[in-house]
């Protein structure tokens, strides 16, 4: 054994050992503790669990390499705008309200805000969008595990099954909650470390915010030398339509993610909803300015080390990552079949899942450096996957059993079949990680686009806009979710390889999508019968400040 696979075995099981802990400690009885964690979680550490749950393995492990490789620099803040926008647009336009209004679960709130229908619909979203999310996450574990820990793939994403299954099956969303407090400072801890050190080393600026900037001169020259577009030059990679439409899905789809509205459940009050909304910008701001550091740093190294030199005389961090699978030819086939003749860039493929995981070494740091990312990255994928297992488990036990099948079901009958619905789906979510559509952050676009196809109308519609009628949003949804989901089917590369229309992307469809869903929901609300003079009442009171209602199922 190695000392990376040393260091990381020991700081793997370290961390999981403190999250199983956490979850036995904060195990539940109630169905309350279970779905909301009892709405008793303060602000500061919701802001955290939100953080850890929002920014996922698409976050940790692929933010800087697509950033890097994928977009080429320039384009690739479109993740970063879209991403970090879209959560300000969540905690302005939709977490007090919906918090305010008082329920378990998304599908909850369109359900008592529209029609049983219309729950319906949105259990099925809500599942879709969590699924396509889960599968990027698992996937991402088993990048980890079958590089640090030298199992292969499929083996990794089981371990990682069992660890999530243990704490989320005990401790519902209350355990979840205060893994994901300790998995955010995990993850954070993990991110920094390397990106000061190497900033330190590279430029003499121990700051990476400030020390990268240093570098990007010499960075696009380089790529110019290669023959590469210029690495802060705009519109290189994707023009600006398509960066619009990207930055669009990522945006609303953020603030349409049921996995991060649920979390603003658990807050004590209105008012901490929105100071937890506070809490989460500053903590996910933190990894999200340090990300085009890494970046830059990363791929300048990259490049210098791979300039002029043959796969056979290439650096050990190449060949490590070569053996996995993850550096290619640019066909796709075994490195060990490229010749034997110096490097060129545009004949190799790099996975960008590799990017974050793979700098320590190539940086030369040290090995328990190296194990501490891996420990990290694991973190960010199993914190949000466990939120959004949670999502499926309440959206099946309490939108489809409780309230449809069995309503006089007691709360240990509740808490069962939530419990066997959350293992259910992680062994869904295991088989999607094995068999993931793409690398980690593609997938995880794609459940944004899926996200603001469907949600973010529907919420925006019921908080904003009283005259609403279930009818509309349940047809806004359907044309919205079924429109986006049939584009990515066509255009995305292992199924349909479509252009697709105006060379619009798939992950930049969403927001076409959710157009169609804003109007197919207005234009269907003109004709249909509007909602109960009552409902309407309620619309304009969750919008403005008072008492606020206690989660609580409804009858």
Do not use: C
């Not at 069962?416 to 992680?426: D, P, Q, T």
């Not at 973010?456 to 904003?464: E, K, Q, Y």
């Amino acid at each position: 054994m190695g000392d990376v696979q040393l260091w990381t075995g020991i700081f793997v099981v370290l961390t999981f050992g403190l999250y199983i802990y956490i979850a036995y400690a904060s195990r539940v009885s109630d169905t309350a503790g279970f779905y909301v964690a009892s709405g008793g979680i303060p602000a500061s550490a919701n802001g955290a669990a939100i953080a850890a749950d929002w920014m996922s393995a698409a976050s940790f492990i692929s933010l800087a390499g697509i950033v890097a490789f994928t977009y080429n620099g320039y384009a690739g803040s479109v993740f970063l705008m879209g991403w970090t926008g879209g959560y300000v647009l969540l905690a302005l336009l939709l977490a007090p309200y919906l918090r305010k209004f008082g329920k378990y679960t998304l599908p909850e709130f369109v359900g008592d805000r529209y029609s049983e229908t219309t729950r319906l619909v949105a259990v099925v979203a809500a599942i879709v969008v969590s699924f396509v999310y889960v599968a990027g996450q698992m996937g991402g574990a088993g990048v980890v595990f079958s590089r640090f820990l030298g199992v292969g793939t499929a083996t990794g994403v089981v371990i990682g099954m069992v660890v999530v299954f243990f704490y989320a099956v005990l401790g519902g969303m209350k355990g979840i909650t205060w893994t994901q407090v300790a998995q955010y400072s995990v993850l954070i801890v993990a991110y920094l470390i390397p990106a000061f050190a190497v900033s330190q080393q590279v430029t003499g600026i121990a700051v990476p915010q400030i020390g990268f900037g240093q570098i990007l001169d010499e960075l696009n020259g380089l790529q110019q030398d290669l023959g590469i577009a210029s690495y802060t030059e705009a519109f290189t990679q994707t023009n600006m339509a398509n960066m619009l439409l990207i930055t669009g899905a990522l945006m609303f789809g953020t603030a349409g993610l049921p996995h991060v509205i649920v979390r603003f459940y658990t807050a004590k009050n209105v008012r901490a909803a929105r100071y937890s909304a506070l809490w989460a910008i500053g903590f996910i701001g933190i990894l999200y300015l340090t990300a085009p550091s890494v970046a830059s740093f990363t791929k300048l190294q990259i490049l210098q080390d791979l300039r002029n030199t043959t796969v056979g005389a290439a650096p050990d961090w190449f060949s490590n990552w070569a053996e996995i699978g993850l550096i290619t030819t640019a066909a796709g086939d075994p490195i060990s079949t490229a010749p034997e003749t110096a490097i060129r860039f545009n004949d190799i493929l790099v996975n960008p899942d590799i990017i974050v995981l793979a700098s320590p070494e190539i940086g030369g740091l040290p090995a328990p450096i190296v194990g501490l990312v891996a420990a990290g990255a694991l973190a960010a994928a199993l914190s949000t996957a466990s939120g959004l297992l949670l999502v499926i488990s309440s959206a099946i036990a309490n939108d489809v059993y409780y309230k449809k099948i069995n309503p006089q079901a007691t709360e240990a009958r509740q808490l069962l079949v939530g419990r066997i619905a959350m293992a259910g789906a992680i062994v869904v979510a295991g088989y999607l990680g094995i068999n993931p559509p793409g690398f980690v952050a593609q997938v995880v676009a794609l459940a944004f686009g899926l996200a603001a196809a469907s949600f973010f109308p529907t919420l925006v519609l019921g908080i904003f806009y009283k005259k609403t009628t279930a009818k509309g949003a349940a047809a806004g949804m359907i044309a919205g979710l079924g429109v986006t989901m049939a584009y990515m089917i066509w255009t995305i590369d292992i199924y349909g390889n479509s252009e697709g229309l105006f060379g619009i992307p798939e992950t930049g469809f969403g927001t076409v999508g959710m157009l169609i869903n804003f109007a197919v929901t207005l234009v269907v609300s003109q004709f249909t019968e509007k909602p109960s003079q009552q409902m309407q009442d309620l619309v304009e009171e969750i919008r403005y400040p008072g008492s606020p209602r206690t989660p609580t199922p409804s009858a």
